[in-house]
């Protein structure tokens, strides 16, 4: 059996037990400063789901994403793990 991650483990939660769905937890990230547009991207698997986030910033993009992904992990108890694909990050 494989093991599953924190991530999954986490979005999982938000998901079956507090019942959130994909959008409710895109208007949550879209809710966070700096962020323009929250797409879904796909759903990886039950639990695991990929969005695109554009935000607006004067920080670069690996430090803005952080900041970002600090905002979202403290100001919703109902988002736990935030991944940053980094090398998918484009600045403008």
């Known amino acids: 059996m494989k ?12 998901i079956d ?7 409710q937890i895109g208007e949550l990230l ?11 991207v796909r759903e990886e ?3 695991v789901e990929v969005f695109k986030i554009k935000l607006i910033t004067q920080k670069g993009g690996p430090e ?9 992990t403290s100001k919703y108890k109902d988002i736990y793990t ?3 694909a980094e090398k ?3 600045e403008k």
């Open 3 to 14: 093991a599953t991650t924190q991530i999954e483990r986490d979005i999982a939660f938000c």
């Open 17 to 23: 037990e507090l019942e959130l769905t994909n959008y």
């Open 88 to 90: 998918t990050i484009e």
């Open 64 to 72: 803005a994403f952080e900041s970002m992904k600090n905002n979202a």
């Open 82 to 84: 935030v991944l940053v």
């Open 45 to 47: 698997k039950p639990g």
């Open 30 to 40: 879209r809710a966070l400063p700096g962020i323009t547009t929250v797409t879904l």
